[in-house]
């Protein structure tokens, strides 16, 4: 069992940048790939970014390539989402989960924390 807290979360202006962090219970944390997700009013939840436990690759939605950056302590059983230059339609509240498969997607996550509401402000 693995159980995902979320903190960080915020308001912040467009163009700011906020750091979500993901506390992860459970001694097996390296061996899970871990990933953000978001989900805005009204639409569907979709895939953000990821971080493989075997080698450590990332994986990034075209959304937001070159302005989030996920990353992993194992040591810390942590996982963290930088994100800078941030738009108005980042806004969303934002689930970190695990997954016991090497790629992450919406339907294959084995975890999900309660997630934490980013709001982007023009």
């Known amino acids: 069992q693995v159980q995902l807290v979320e903190s960080g979360g915020g308001l912040v202006q467009a163009g700011g940048s906020l750091r979500l962090s993901c506390a992860a219970s459970?001694?097996?944390?390296?061996?899970?790939?871990m990933a953000w997700f978001r989900q805005a009013p009204g639409k569907e939840r979709e895939f953000v970014a990821a971080?493989?436990?075997?080698?450590?690759?990332?994986d990034y939605a075209d959304s937001v390539k070159g302005r989030f950056t996920i990353s992993r302590d194992n040591a810390k059983n942590a996982v963290n989402l930088q994100m800078n230059s941030l738009k108005p339609e980042d806004t969303a509240v934002y689930y970190c989960?695990?997954?016991?498969?090497?790629?992450?997607?919406?339907?294959?996550?084995?975890?999900w924390g309660k997630g934490t509401l980013v709001t982007v402000s023009y």
């Open positions: 989960a695990a997954s016991s498969r090497l790629l992450a997607n919406v339907h294959g996550m084995d975890y």
């Open positions: 459970g001694r097996t944390f390296s061996r899970y790939t």
């Open positions: 971080i493989r436990w075997l080698g450590g690759g990332t």
